[in-house]
């Protein structure tokens, strides 16, 4: 009788602690993850962009799962707005590196069409 107590406690409890998630929890890893990113965002590799978009992903489905007051909603938006910044500027610079890479590209293109044409 004891062994049944002892497990019926365990499952009890592992169904509490499981059910501790509220709508709160997925703000608050949004919340955690808007920090992570600006705190390291110009030093993410693309993996580490990869693992954030993931995140970022099971993030908004955990969201979609509750009901929000109006001022949470906002809340949410907020922090959405703040990620998709950084991930904005990202995106800029790298394109922005694409850009310059590509000129590099163009003008020694360029160089070597005319050093072609000028040895015969």
């Known amino acids: ?3 049944l107590n002892v497990f ?9 602690f499981s ?12 919340s955690s993850l808007v920090e992570q990113v600006e705190d390291k965002y ?19 489905e955990d ?9 949470e909603l906002k809340e949410i938006g907020k922090l959405k707005g703040r990620i998709y910044a ?8 790298d394109f922005s590196k694409q850009i310059e890479d590509l000129g590099k590209q163009i003008e020694g293109g360029v160089e070597g069409f ?4 000028n040895e015969d």
């Open 19 to 30: 059910s501790c998630e509220t709508s709160k929890t997925p703000i608050e890893h949004l």
């Open 42 to 60: 110009d030093e993410f590799t693309e993996d580490d962009w990869e693992k954030i978009l993931s995140e970022y992903e099971k993030i908004e």
């Open 8 to 16: 019926l406690a365990v499952i009890a409890f592992s169904l509490g």
């Open 114 to 117: 005319f050093e072609e044409l």
């Open 86 to 93: 950084k991930m904005t500027k990202n995106a800029l610079k």
């Open 1 to 3: 009788m004891n062994k």
């Open 63 to 71: 969201l979609s799962k509750y009901e929000y007051t109006d001022d």
